[in-house]
């Protein structure tokens, strides 16, 4: 019914770039709630950023100026643009989806029914 489909992940040195991508098998993407989550070596899945159907985004104050989330509803496609990495940004991401007709961004794991496998991050020294 839905799948989404993580990639882009690697390894990158302090202070590169990288871009994730999640590809959603929906047929109503643009109706969806899009969002990245991640999950640090020993702690729990948390929230980094978020995207509405109305292009509304929200973003942890971890990542705040230095990550910008985007989709393109042609390519059924959300991204992660991450600038600045620092160590502290390793961990395996995730993609998550759900249906919302409002306008609100979700930021609780709980929120996401829908969710890809993960893609690993890992930012060196």
């Known amino acids: 019914q839905v799948q989404l489909v993580e990639s882009g992940g690697g390894l990158v040195q302090a202070g590169g770039s990288l871009t994730l991508s999640c590809a959603a098998s929906i047929r109503t993407f643009s109706s969806y709630g899009m969002g990245w989550f991640r999950q640090p070596p020993g702690k729990e899945r948390e929230f980094v950023a978020g995207?509405?159907?109305?292009?509304?985004?929200a973003y942890a104050d971890s990542v705040k100026g230095r990550f910008t989330i985007s989709r393109e509803n042609a390519k059924n496609t959300v991204y992660l643009l991450m600038n600045s990495l620092k160590p502290e940004d390793t961990a395996v991401y995730y993609c998550?989806?759900?249906?919302?007709?409002?306008?609100?961004?979700?930021?609780?794991?709980?929120?996401?029914?829908?969710w890809g496998q993960g893609a690993q991050v890992t930012v060196s020294s």
């Open positions: 998550a989806a759900r249906a919302a007709p409002i306008r609100m961004v979700f930021t609780r794991r709980g929120d996401y029914p829908y």
């Open positions: 995207i509405t159907q109305s292009d509304n985004t």
